[in-house]
């Protein structure tokens, strides 16, 4: 998941956009899965502006917002994160390896 992450955060910085979609119209799922992860469930959460990690955890888990449901779904095992320069992207996902689980 941060590979993936880090990637699109680059695709973010260097074509100067924020979105779910990649430049090249990928969608996050198309994104995980063209690195082999065989998903069951993804969610991505991307944003620019923030300059450090305390910033984007108070975003990510700020009460009642829709990127708060997905950061503390527990549909999601895996979570990874990638920034360049001030553009975040936060990626969520499980596979559907039935025997999965999280160490943490």
């Not at 990127?67 to 992207?89: L, M, Q």
Request: glycine content about 8%.
């Amino acid at each position: 998941s941060a590979g993936v992450a880090e990637v699109h955060a680059l695709d973010m910085a260097e074509n100067d956009f924020v979105s779910l979609d990649g430049s090249d119209g990928s969608s996050s799922t198309e994104r995980v899965q063209a690195q082999g992860y065989d998903r069951r469930w993804i969610g991505e959460v991307v944003v620019r502006g923030y300059d450090n990690v305390s910033e984007i955890m108070e975003y990510l888990f700020e009460p009642g917002s829709q990127r708060s449901e997905i950061a503390v779904s527990s549909n999601y095992v895996h979570f990874g994160v990638g920034k360049v320069e001030d553009y975040w992207s936060a990626v969520f996902a499980s596979s559907k390896d039935a025997n999965e689980s999280c160490m943490m």
